[in-house]
């Protein structure tokens, strides 16, 4: 696990970008880098296995980066829905939180995981995916209940495979966020109303998830 705080050092790239955070789930969660929002249902627990940060509920769940961004960047992360003979493998709900606030209090992160509760925040949202691998959506939530699809599929390629390793990439710049899956474009959006600043949460419910590694550059 690395953390790169841009106070004290960059990493930059060929292009000049920079690495300011990134984990490869070789230990056990920072519980002051991450925070778990997860319903309380049996059988469901967030852990890191043989260098993977695993998602295995039976009813939703957030995993926080307690880390606010803002500016242009991109986040990539791996990530497999895993279908063998374990109490929650279903095929579904591949989803993430970006650039997330709270209008109403200043602290994010006081919910249990269920979908709903997140109903009042501000920010982006992918469902890939969802409801039971049938429809795969972007939405901006607008702080106030409202929280419109702008974008949807409901055929391949925009929908799972089981157990394929996905490659995610979300890229804000200027007004404009997108959503790439393996170099695929899902998803772009020209925001006449940008979110400044927020965070980045991984998203899903009954399912299991194996995350192998996250990385976020400043460009």
Request: with cysteine; net charge negative; aromatic share 14%.
């Amino acid at each position: 696990m690395l953390f790169i705080n841009l106070s004290c050092t960059e990493n930059k790239g060929n292009t000049g970008d920079r690495v300011i955070f990134q984990e490869d789930f070789s230990s056990e969660l920072d519980p002051n880098l991450w925070v778990i929002e997860m319903d309380n249902q049996p059988n469901s627990s967030v852990r890191v296995e043989d260098g993977k940060l695993v998602l295995d509920t039976k009813g939703g769940v957030t995993v926080w980066l307690n880390r606010e961004l803002d500016g242009d960047f991109e986040i990539t992360y791996e990530r497999t829905v895993v279908m063998d003979d374990g109490p929650n493998d279903r095929l579904s709900d591949l989803n993430q939180f970006w650039l997330a606030n709270d209008p109403n209090i200043e602290n994010l992160f006081t919910r249990s995981g269920v979908f709903e509760e997140y109903d009042d925040l501000e920010m982006y949202y992918v469902g890939f995916g969802g409801n039971y691998n049938s429809s795969t959506r972007f939405r901006k939530y607008k702080g106030e209940g409202e929280k419109p699809v702008l974008q949807e599929y409901d055929e391949a390629p925009y929908l799972l495979a089981a157990n394929k390793t996905y490659r995610i990439k979300t890229v804000r710049e200027g007004g404009k966020v997108s959503f790439w899956v393996d170099d695929r474009l899902f998803f772009e959006y020209e925001d006449p109303h940008p979110i400044p600043s927020g965070y980045f949460g991984f998203r899903s419910t009954w399912s299991r998830h194996e995350i192998d590694y996250i990385k976020i550059t400043r460009l």
